[in-house]
């Protein structure tokens, strides 16, 4: 059996990152995921969008269906303080030391089970020992970098909101939003040819019919 390996982009701002990693376990045995931390606010700003958090009739909703999504999933939540927060320092130690899996649950954890934002300087100590990283890396130059790669690459693969699963497809990739995506992920997994059949053929064919300036 030919091993499959998705990107499952997560910025550790979203409660739904959290509740998506509850659900890996659903995947199929040959698929492997590789977690890859992307910077949402330039995802947002690239493709001229605002966060949910940032829409004042939105937020709350968004907080109330992470947790209700969540206790569907077996995920008790509990957000920190601050939300949104600023996730960059964070989000580096994550791409520095090209966090596996076992560390990212123990970040999202730290924030979305602990209940704690890692923006301020002793929060963020504290997270880094959670996670068993390097504190330094917040600051390493490579660190810098990675995050700076990771989210532009996943931008050109056509990546908008996180949390995102990334399949390889053909020459190109399907790109899967939000935990509320991933059982239609798991039809792709089962059958890749999904998207060529109708009902969903003719959408690549929708032309757009009125746009905002």
């Known amino acids: 059996m ?47 969008q605002r966060g949910p958090a940032e829409i004042s009739a939105k937020r709350l909703h968004t907080y109330r269906q992470s947790v209700f999504l969540g206790r569907q999933h077996g995920v008790d939540m509990r957000f920190p303080p601050r939300h949104p927060f600023n996730p960059l320092k964070a989000l580096r130690l994550m791409a520095g030391a090209d966090a596996d ?7 999202f954890d730290f924030i979305f089970s602990q209940g704690r934002a890692p923006d301020t300087d002793d929060e963020l100590a504290a997270f880094a020992e959670a996670v068993g990283i390097p504190l330094e890396l917040a600051g390493s130059d490579a660190a810098k970098a990675a995050l700076r790669a990771n989210t532009d690459q996943a931008i050109s693969r056509g990546v908008f909101g996180v949390p995102s699963f990334v399949c390889a497809s053909g020459s190109g990739h399907e790109v899967f939003w939000g935990v509320d995506a991933f059982d239609m992920l798991l039809a792709w997994l089962d059958d890749d040819t999904l998207f060529t059949r109708d009902p969903y053929r003719h959408l690549d064919d929708v032309t757009i019919g009125i746009e905002r300036k």
């Open 2 to 48: 030919t091993e499959r390996t998705i990107d499952f982009c997560y910025d550790l701002i979203s409660p739904f990152a959290h509740v998506a990693l509850a659900r890996l376990g659903e995947l199929p045995a040959d698929v492997s995921v590789r977690p890859v931390p992307v910077l949402f606010g330039a995802i947002l700003n690239h493709w001229g």
């Open 101 to 107: 899996l076992a560390t990212v649950r123990r970040a």
